[in-house]
């Protein structure tokens, strides 16, 4: 099959034909931006599966209702879904409120529908903050944690009027402001030990949905920072292998510190969740990207894959090995930066020999060796997902295409190759350097930042990491540096204890002084971050410049070479 001809959306594997070891649902036929994952524990511990997936990477949309019933309530969530790691374009929803509204006042059953067509009670967040009937109508808006809400129905059609509009406005910000100033003195107080609730946090609309929980797009209500905050439901994590693969996720994510991968805040867990507190990349995710563009330029795509490049070879210097590389796991943040996130298939492989049994991944990513059951070395496999993605983002299509999966397979492990016209011969040399059947002949990461089409690129994309790796984050010694001054003086304003907050960012402790440090940074922009980890470096450079030239002079006798 010519892969030119197959965009994006117009790769249905059929679920007639699975693999006798993988399950497929019925709803396995849908179009590749979902992104089904396929996973099985080893030797054969849970049942293999493909499954969705959302809330550890992938897109489930939210529901946009409005219902009227008789003379009763409509209920209208109307969250617009943004994809977070998602697997699918974003679904946008607006009106079904107001629909819900005159259904209701009418007096007729009737159900608005967004373009969602899922219920409207399947996607209401936590806490919902509903409407109240008045005047025969309801303009019900579900929202969580104070933010949102909605508004009561007045005049014969159950319109709000705009006196009822800034009313429940004014109870709203009232509200957020006795609860931030409730939590203010709670920080403040020696009953605080640094672990945060979900009371510091509000909840807003759904990014992404997986088998055992949702992300979601949150705020800080103290520092006024967005995050997402991906939560697991306990009841839904049902035996051992599911339960530790949550606790190995986060404990990679508590060791990655890089520009290009999403930064862990702090993890909560109470009775019925457990919640992890991400940085948020508001940007969208590469699949939609490339899907709007139906292909990107090499100059665009040479960045992007350079970014990914780099902090897939940052996790291979620790150890991990993500598993799950693919377009729908690639974020952009507001600098246009790229973040790679969702690690719930990462596995820790110190020794880069150590052959791994676990068959996981999507399977348009899969390397030969894994879709022939194969035991595989970590790094070959990220490398080649590397490669289809490089390929999918220059010719706007997969490398392999077919109709089933195990004649998808088939063309995989053959690795036959085609190229559009419009792709540069060191495009198409550097692809195939990584689409390498042998995972051993591979070129490894290091020499594909070094290839001639990556290589013009590469030395200022390696400066930009170099510069807010570590110490742009950390407290400051230079007192020229002043962001870090001011962000350390918000804390200490929001409540938290100067010290204490000092204390955790320089311990890499995840705790709330630390969160809120780095919330306040983020607040400032990360343009700013970036001027002031160039001054620091350059204040450094310029000391051991001027120590340098004092050594050199104070050896009049010394010959040149000794001096250089």
Known sequence: VDPRAHAFGHYRPAAANPPPHVSIPASATAPIGSSRRASRSGGGAAGSALVDSAGTGGFSPSSAGGQGTGGGAGHGPGFSTHSYGSGATPVSSSGAAAAG??????????????????????????????????????AGGDSAGGGGGGGSGSGPHGDASEDDKDAVRRAQREKEWAQRQRLRDFVSSPEFDGNATTDFYGFGKVLGQGSFGKVRLAWHRLAGAKVAIKSYEKSRIKDAAQWK????????????????????????????????????????????????????????????????????????????????IKLENVLFDSSRDMKLVDFGFSVACRDPNKRLKVFCGTPSYMAPEIVQRKEYLGRPVDIWS???????????????????????????????????????????????RMLHPDPLKRIPLARARRHPWAAPLASAVL???AMPLDRSLLISDDPANDLYEAALAKA????????????????????????????????????????????????????????ERRQGGGSEGASPQARQ
């Open 492 to 547: 200490q304003e929001l409540g938290f204890p100067r010290h204490r907050v000092v204390e955790s960012v320089l311990s890499r402790s995840r705790t709330s002084y630390s969160t809120t440090y780095y919330l306040v940074l983020y607040r400032y922009g990360r343009a700013q971050l970036r001027d002031a980890s160039r001054r620091m470096l350059e204040s450094r450079a310029a000391r051991h410049a001027e120590r």
């Open 101 to 138: 509204a005159a259904a209701a006042a009418n007096g007729s059953s009737s159900r608005a529908r967004g373009v969602s067509h899922r219920s409207a009670t399947s996607s209401t967040t936590t806490n919902p903050t509903q409407g109240k009937t008045h005047g025969g109508g309801i």
């Open 386 to 432: 590397l490669g289809v993605l490089l390929y999918a983002c220059l010719c706007g299509c997969f490398p392999f295409v077919a109709k089933t999966y195990p004649e998808l397979y088939k063309r995989i492990a053959a690795a036959q190759l085609r190229f559009p016209d419009h792709v540069s011969n060191a495009a198409k040399d550097l692809v195939r």
């Open 245 to 324: 693969r949550v606790q190995q996720e986060i404990k990679l994510m508590e060791r990655l510190n890089h520009p290009y991968v999403v930064r862990l805040l702090e993890t909560i867990e109470n009775a019925k969740r457990i919640h992890i507190v991400m940085e948020y990349a508001g940007g969208g995710n590469l699949c939609s990207y490339v899907k709007a563009r139906r292909r990107l330029p090499e100059a665009e795509a040479r960045k992007i894959f350079l970014q990914l490049l780099l902090s897939v070879e940052y996790m291979h210097g620790l150890g991990i090995i993500h598993r799950d």
């Open 463 to 465: 400066r930009q990491v």
